[in-house]
C-alpha cells in the first residue's frame, strides 16, 4: 500500500509530469515520469521524507506545479496560540507547540524544530573553538533542510500572493520586493518595497493585506513600510513592537514611487498634514508596539506635530530618527514640547546628521536623548 504525495504537471497536452509516493511504511518513495519509474528504499523514514523533498523541490524549480496538494488550512490550538503570544521568546513553548502540530502531520512544526536547531547551531559555532568543521557541516545541512520545507509547503507559508515573489534562501528570504526574517516557524520581521524597488502602493498594500491572513505573520513584531502602504498594515497587529516608516522623495536615488492615480490622500506632504492611514497610527495603535522608527520624508514634520497629542505616543518607549541632516523645524517640535517626549527611554537621533547648535538643543533635553550623529552638519 502507497501513499500519494503529490503530482507536479508543467506545459500543455501532451502533459509532462512527475508523481511522488511515499510507501506505507515510509521508507519507500516511488518517482513517476512519462518514461518510467522509479523506486528507492531508505533506512529511516526521515531520509524517505528527505529524499522526496529534494525530489519536489526540484520539479518546482524546473517550473513543475503541484495539481493536488494538501488542504491549505492550518490545523490550529487556541490556547497553544494564546501561550505562543504570551511567550514569543520562548523556545520551549514553540517546541511544545512544535509536537503537537508533527503529531498532526503539520509542517510548520517540522519548520519550527529545524529552525530552532539552526538557531542553536549558529550560537554553538559562534563560541566553538574546536570541531567547527562538524557544525559548519551540520549548519548546511539544517539549512537545505529549512529551504525544502518553505519551498515544498510554499503555499501554507506564504499564501498564494506572497509564494510568486517570495525567493527562498537561508534564514533570510530577500527578495527586491519582500523581505521576511523567520523565527521559529514564524515571520518576525518584513519588509515589503522597503527602499529597494518602485512600485505601485495598490499592490504593496494588497502584499502587506494578504502577509497579514497568513498563520505565519501572527507573532509579526518588526515591521518597515512606506507611508504610502501603511493601509495595508492597519489597523496594526497587537503583536507589533516596532514600525519603521519611511517616504523618499521622488527625486532620490532609488527611482520614482508609483502612486494610484486616484488616491492623492496616500502620499502626505508638510502643506497638507497627514494622510487618514498615519492618523489611524496616531490615534489607534496596536496594544504591542514600543518602538517607532522615523526615516526622512516630507511626511516627517507634519507627523511629528501630530504625534505630541497622540496615543500612540504615550506608549511608545523609543522614538529613532534617521537618515539625512534634522530639519530644524523638526528639532524645534521636540524643544518645544519636550514633556510630552520626557517619558521615552530612547529618544535618538544618532543616524541623522545634527548641525552644532541642533545637538546642543537637544542634548539638553535630557539623558534620554541620543545623538552621536555619523557625520556633524556645518554650523
Keep these: 500500500m502507497k501513499q500519494v504525495v503529490a503530482r507536479y504537471e508543467r506545459g500543455e497536452a501532451p502533459v509532462d509530469f512527475i508523481e511522488l509516493e511515499l510507501d506505507a ?11 518510467g519509474e522509479r523506486r528507492s528504499r531508505f533506512e529511516s523514514a526521515a531520509a524517505a521524507r528527505w529524499e522526496r523533498d529534494r525530489e519536489v523541490a526540484s520539479a518546482l524549480a524546473r517550473g513543475y506545479r503541484p495539481l493536488s496538494v494538501a488542504p491549505e488550512v492550518e490545523l490550529s490550538d487556541d490556547e497553544l496560540d494564546a501561550a505562543l503570544r504570551a511567550r514569543p521568546d520562548d523556545r520551549e513553548t514553540f ?3 512544535a509536537d503537537w502540530l508533527q503529531a498532526r502531520g503539520e509542517p510548520r512544526g517540522e519548520l519550527i524544530c ?3 536547531a539552526l538557531a542553536e547551531c549558529r550560537q554553538r559555532l559562534r563560541r566553538a573553538r574546536e570541531g567547527r568543521e562538524a557544525l559548519h557541516a551540520t549548519l548546511q545541512q ?7 520545507l518553505l519551498t515544498l509547503h510554499r503555499g501554507r507559508f506564504f499564501g498564494p500572493q506572497l509564494g510568486a515573489v517570495a525567493r527562498i534562501d537561508v534564514q533570510t528570504y530577500y527578495s527586491d520586493l519582500l523581505y521576511l526574517d523567520w523565527q ?11 527602499r529597494r524597488m518602485p512600485m505601485r502602493s495598490d499592490r504593496c498594500r494588497g502584499l502587506w493585506k494578504a502577509l497579514r491572513e497568513t498563520r505565519s505573520a501572527m507573532l509579526l513584531r518588526e515591521a518597515e513600510v512606506h507611508v504610502d502602504d501603511l493601509p495595508g498594515l492597519l489597523p496594526l497587529p497587537d503583536s507589533l513592537e516596532r514600525l519603521e516608516l519611511f517616504g523618499a522623495d521622488d527625486e532620490d536615488d532609488d527611482g520614482p514611487r508609483f502612486r494610484d492615480d486616484d488616491d492623492e490622500a496616500a502620499s502626505p506632504r508638510a502643506d497638507a498634514g497627514i494622510s487618514p492611514a498615519l492618523d489611524e497610527l496616531l490615534h489607534y495603535p496596536g496594544r504591542g508596539l514600543r518602538q517607532l522608527v522615523l526615516a526622512a520624508g516630507p511626511y516627517r514634520t507634519p507627523l511629528l506635530r501630530a504625534l505630541v497629542d497622540s496615543r500612540v505616543l504615550e506608549q511608545l518607549e523609543a522614538l529613532h530618527l534617521s537618515e539625512g541632516l534634522l530639519d530644524p523645524d523638526d528639532a524645534a517640535i521636540f524643544v518645544a514640547h519636550a514633556d510630552a517626549f520626557a517619558h521615552l527611554a530612547r529618544l535618538d537621533f544618532s543616524l541623522c546628521r545634527l548641525r552644532a547648535a541642533t545637538e ?3 542634548r539638553a533635553l535630557g539623558g534620554h536623548v541620543v545623538t552621536r550623529p555619523r557625520e556633524r552638519a556645518p554650523s
Excluded: H, K, P, T
Design 142 to 148: 539544517l539549512e537545505r533542510a529549512e529551504i525544502l
Design 184 to 194: 521559529l516557524g514564524f515571520v518576525r520581521r518584513a519588509a515589503i518595497n522597503g
Design 25 to 35: 511504511d515510509g521508507l519507500g518513495l516511488s518517482v513517476r515520469q512519462a518514461e
Design 95 to 97: 517546541l511544545v507547540y
Design 360 to 362: 546642543r538643543e537637544l
Design 114 to 116: 529545524v529552525q530552532s
